[in-house]
């Protein structure tokens, strides 16, 4: 049961619960034996993805705005000068502990078993002896997981973690840069990379780390305000458009169709922002990111009849990788889940292999091969 | 006042005309003293662009549907021989003559005050003299044209019209194929080129007059069976495609997104038909096709702080041009017309030149060169 009063960073109460519950905007679910609830959209200023578990609320990851172009973007966003950190590429998730358990939420406020089985692996559960109301926000990157096609530069297999923000149970603030950087100092926590703090004047500099991050196809940044409001922007890199087109290519019926149209137009403005020239070896580039993408799938269709993609990640418990594809398997969204493999591997962990089938793509082009009429 | 009789290919009857303006699929419009009415979208079996002056109907031109794979397509949709014509890359527009009037329809059930003052130059008024009724459908092409970027690489300047179809007032049947041949032939009509009748057999012909299409940069072709059923296909080539992205990308917010995706799945897909293959040549061209116009765009929001594209086109009668600017306001459409000239030319045409500024493509694109915060 929840306090009747919400506090300002603690805007949750049982009557809005309720209200949230009623009109379906929070749905009741269950991980072993919690019962939870999760925030499905915004409402009511609770963010999407926002847990609780009977009096303790795990408060959503608040959305970051983009900026798309650099100078005019920082010079409008910020009032004050600014924290710069790395915007790696995977998925973001919030770590905590409940009775003696150490979870992990997806964005979407799923309990997630893939990194709920993994997260000790990469944090020293130590610091939620001494913050037990921690909330780690971090990202998980890297080829094997189970969410998304991982593929980054740095990281050859696996998966690693990086923190980007610390908060609290029942807080909707995260800690101010400085109180987050001396807890990842203390408790030796992954960090995601840290470029300093910036001013207006230090913009050649801002744009030089930059452009080595879009060569090293590198995602982009994130700007955080050094003040009390913490105001945040992200931006991205030219080159980390053209590496999703590649990948969104070859299940492009199942994605929505801006997919293309903002990466498009985030890649022209990166160029027109750090003055990279349209070279036809960037041309190529992109072209080919649509078509290997593209040819990929026409070629599955051919052999197999149907447009996948191959995952496989790792886990101490097995059990937990049968939850993982239970929860992928309720999500549906059009996307089936085939299980290849699950056995152990020769470093004791359970290694997990599926195959997620893309019905809209695989629909869309077979009948297309097919010979179907198609009005569009 | 229609007839309460409907017929098989007349079934538009006063009742159904009534049900359709009552409920806002049809709407009545003014041209000069002209009256009338058209169907803003398919209404019970009453196709979208059909057009009633009194108990004269011309009946909308017949959407057709489109194969993505050609045997597979030919062998799937067609029953018997077919013909095979050339889709020439335009506007469609129904010919007709009204009370001593030839006046040209759009395909969505606008009279085009454009076609209707230039039509006679390309056709012998004489046809209708000897067949009243007849509604020549066919597709006005050229780059001086109000509609669409209108690059075709066979007409250097102005317009010209070709007939595909040949209907009747008070008809949804279009004539049969030997038909329409024998009256095109009679009043000299000019016609989309026609390659002829072809079976299954005859795969090969075929795909050599695609491939050859496809390396002279035209749209594709239409497959008519010969038969009384009449079903039909059309087929387009791998090129058009890159050149409509070319052409798309200028302009990208203002078109739904499925623009892009539809014409990469057409451009896969023929390439897999016809053994393409992914050279570098063919990704840089389709890279490039987006990044010119993308970038062409965005020089444009820094030197006019505006996208748009400027269109010109010739017309007899000055007050057509007007007429042409009022129709081209009134549909809106998140596209503002500005004109920028009408005066007569040296060869005694009113010459009117006016751009089209793609209003969500410059809001979008101008907020992100301003530095607003986007969340997407």
Request: proline share 3%.
């Amino acid at each position: 049961m929840l306090d009747q009063n919400p506090r300002n960073n603690h805007p949750l109460n049982q009557n809005l619960l309720n209200q949230a519950l009623e009109s379906g905007h929070a749905l009741w679910l269950e991980y072993d034996d919690l019962h939870y609830v999760r925030f499905v959209d915004n409402y009511h200023g609770i963010c999407r993805g926002t847990a609780v578990f009977d009096d303790l609320v795990v408060y959503g990851y608040p959305s970051i705005g983009r900026v798309l172009s650099l100078q005019s973007g920082l010079s409008s966003q910020f009032q004050a000068p600014f924290w710069m950190e790395e915007k790696v590429d995977g998925f973001n998730v919030r770590i905590f502990k409940l009775n003696n358990r150490i979870l992990a939420l997806s964005r979407g406020g799923f309990i997630c078993p893939f990194t709920t089985d993994r997260i000790t692996d990469f944090i020293d559960a130590g610091v939620f002896e001494h913050q037990p109301s921690s909330v780690l926000c971090g990202e998980v990157v890297g080829p094997d997981n189970p969410y998304m096609d991982g593929e980054v530069p740095y990281i050859k297999e696996d998966i690693q973690f990086f923190v980007f923000d610390i908060g609290a149970i029942n807080e909707t603030r995260l800690a101010a840069y400085s109180e987050k950087a001396a807890l990842i100092d203390q408790y030796q926590l992954p960090s995601v990379p840290r470029f300093g703090r910036f001013e207006m004047k230090d913009l050649s500099q801002i744009r030089d780390i930059l452009l080595q991050l879009n060569e090293d196809y590198r995602e982009g940044v994130i700007f955080k305000e050094d003040s009390r409001r913490d105001h945040r922007a992200k931006y991205t890199t030219a080159n980390i458009n053209i590496a999703d087109i590649q990948s969104g290519a070859n299940t492009m019926f199942d994605l929505p169709p801006e997919y293309f149209i903002n990466r498009l137009a985030r890649l022209a403005l990166f160029m027109d922002d750090h003055d990279i020239a349209n070279t036809q070896a960037l041309q190529q580039q992109l072209g080919n990111a649509y078509m290997e993408g593209l040819l990929f799938a026409v070629r599955q269709l051919h052999a197999h009849h149907k447009v996948f993609r191959t995952f496989r990640c790792r886990f101490h418990e097995r059990e937990n990788a049968v939850k993982l594809l239970a929860r992928l398997n309720e999500a549906g969204n059009h996307v089936q889940i085939t299980m290849h493999d699950l056995s152990l591997d020769s470093s004791g962990y359970w290694l997990l292999e599926f195959d997620k089938v893309f019905a809209k793509s695989s629909g869309t082009l077979s009948s297309s091969l097919k010979g179907s009429l198609l009005f569009d």
